[in-house]
């Protein structure tokens, strides 16, 4: 059996159509929806992911402010920009871009953002929400995961699901989403010595523990859907955590990397400001 490939780059492109319907209805009614992207200090990996986010939301018709800060800046002045930005009722949606230079709390930071704005579903508060089973904001790649999986027609109800690697963005907001559903999970950390045992019990296999290729084909079974969350740089090639061509024959359904998940990123950031929008028109009428 071929397997699908389950392609982010086509769904996101797809998204990014519908959501340009969305900011026009948005204006019509009178809204500009506004993302402020805030970044600090000069890495150039978070200069390029803030690059293409405000690329994408002006191809949405999006309004991006770009908040870039010095590295020396206190986390004083990085909560006041915070505090601003949320009583600032034309800012949709706020999305600090992480990892923030050494001696700034990443924690005190996006807790800061108010739920009503943390579109990219970040904060302390905002899991908690998704734990209890309250409309939130989903973390950009917890709703990328849905989304892809559903857009292909792969229902995610009553599956084993099998995360591997309990990040912050990842791995623990999806299992609370998970929580909610009527589906069984299991969650083992990256480095746990019987990881092969719990991949072979899945279902459905997200995949986030950092190394390439850690999951290979002997450690999954017949018709696995396989969500490879991996980005691992050697030169200027990236590998997924997942052997996509020994794991492929072998799955009913795979992501690949590049190309997977990681280009539904942005447009499920863009997608949740635009919800954020909407919110504040209900709240007016």
Sequence with gaps: MVPIILDGRKTASKIVDELKSWTEELKERG???KLA???VGDDKYSKRYVKMKARLCKKVGVKPLVHHLPAETT?????????ELNKDPSVHG???????PKGLDELATVEAISPKKDVDGLSPATLGKILMGEECFLPAGVEAIIELLRRYGIEPERKHWVITGLSN??????????AN?????????????DLAKYTREADVLVVDVERKWAVTADMVKKDVVVVDNGNNYEGNKVYGDVDFEGVKDIASAITPVPGGVGPLLIAMLIRNTLKAAYMTLKRKS
């Excluded at 986390?75 to 505090?83: H, N, Y």
């Excluded at 706020?94 to 923030?100: A, D, E, G, N, T």
């Excluded at 963005?169 to 998970?178: D, E, M, S």
């Design 31 to 33: 809204v500009t929806p």
């Design 37 to 39: 992207l805030v970044m």
């Design 75 to 83: 986390q004083l002045d990085l909560l006041k920009l915070i505090e």
């Design 94 to 100: 706020i999305m600090v871009q992480l990892p923030l």
């Design 169 to 178: 963005i990842v791995g623990k907001p999806l299992a609370a989403l998970l």
């Design 181 to 193: 559903m009527d589906v069984t999970f299991t969650c083992c950390q990256a480095d746990n010595p």
